[in-house]
């Protein structure tokens, strides 16, 4: 028995690589390397109208015109930039080591206050823009012109900035912490009112049909069929809004809507800056917590321990 050498190829056993696939003529070939017969094959591209091919290097030039006329209208100066970057440099130094002084307890206690304007704020405003979430959902107000004007109501509110509410309660009911819950809820109300509504137009509609085929009404729909489907999403949303708002509660107090930024205004104007880094690592630090329980109990709600990684 003849036994070949190792290494040499084994003629008689069968070939493992797979069959060629078919050769494409040399001419189907040129055509593709030929530039007349690309453009034939492409001739909607070629051939566009020259308005359409300067489309794009229109869009270019007139957004780079409108840079360059709003550096010039808005006086932007490098050289300013630059002096307030040493500028900058020359605060942060100043702001080590962030001490409170001995301010500390009424720090804590302005921050107490932010603490309690945000939730008071978030609260109000949820409770307000739930019924006018409902009002504004096309699945439970069918009348077209009805959810389009408390939709075109909700956007209103929502346009208005929380500093404006804020400088709008001021004169309203003066000064101090009312004026920042007042000011948090009307800016909440068209966000919640919006966020609501879109969460209850894509419920799904199959628990409210076995309401209503078991004799209940169209409240009975909504509060048994519709209310449990959406509830976990706007909790979650306030919870969200609540860490969002304990910011904006700081902004708020800067005009005297009470808090935390009253006091981070003062220090900023009598240039004590080591208090301010202390109030400002407070404000940090406290989000971060919300956050973090925040974020906790929204995963609780909606029925998840942790986030899926892929």
């Known amino acids: 028995m003849n036994v070949p050498p190792v290494g040499a190829p084994d003629h008689g056993a069968p070939s493992v690589l797979p069959p060629p696939g078919p050769v494409e003529p040399r001419s189907n070939l040129r055509d593709k390397a030929d530039p007349a017969a690309i453009r034939a094959r492409h001739r909607a591209l070629f051939d566009a109208p020259l308005v359409r091919r300067l489309q794009p290097v229109a869009i270019v030039v007139i957004l780079v015109g409108l840079t360059v006329l709003a550096v010039w209208r808005l ?29 500390l307890p009424v720090f804590l206690h302005a921050l107490g206050e932010t603490l309690a304007i945000a939730l008071l704020g978030t609260l109000v405003g949820a409770v307000i823009a739930f019924p006018l979430g409902l009002l504004a959902a096309k699945n439970v107000i069918p009348n077209v012109f009805a959810h389009f004007m408390v939709r075109r109501g ?3 509110i929502r346009g208005v900035d929380v500093l ?16 920042g819950i007042l000011a948090i ?14 969460a209850i137009e894509n419920a799904d509609r199959k628990p409210v049909e076995g309401v209503l085929s078991t004799g209940g009404s169209q409240l ?9 489907q959406v509830i976990p ?7 969200y809004y609540f860490e969002s708002n304990t910011r904006s509660a700081t902004i708020i107090g ?51 321990s942790s986030v899926a990684v892929d």
């Open 185 to 198: 809820a009307a800016s909440d109300i068209g966000s919640f009112g919006k966020l609501f509504s879109e």
């Open 220 to 228: 009975h729909a909504v509060r048994y069929g519709l209310v449990p």
């Open 154 to 156: 909700l956007d209103t």
């Open 254 to 304: 800067i005009v005297g809507a009470g808090g935390i930024g009253l006091h981070l205004a003062e220090q900023i104007r009598v240039l004590e800056w080591g208090k301010v880094a202390f109030l400002v690592l407070m404000i940090l630090v406290t989000v971060a917590i919300i956050d973090f329980a925040s974020g906790k109990l929204r995963f609780a709600i909606i029925g998840r």
């Open 233 to 239: 999403v706007i909790a979650s949303q306030v919870l």
């Open 164 to 179: 404006i509410w804020a400088l709008i309660f001021i004169n309203v009911v003066g000064l101090g912490p009312f004026a």
């Open 75 to 103: 006086d932007v100066s490098f050289a300013r930039l630059g002096s307030g970057l040493v500028q900058i440099a020359t605060i942060l130094g100043q702001m080590i080591p962030p001490t409170p002084g001995s301010h």
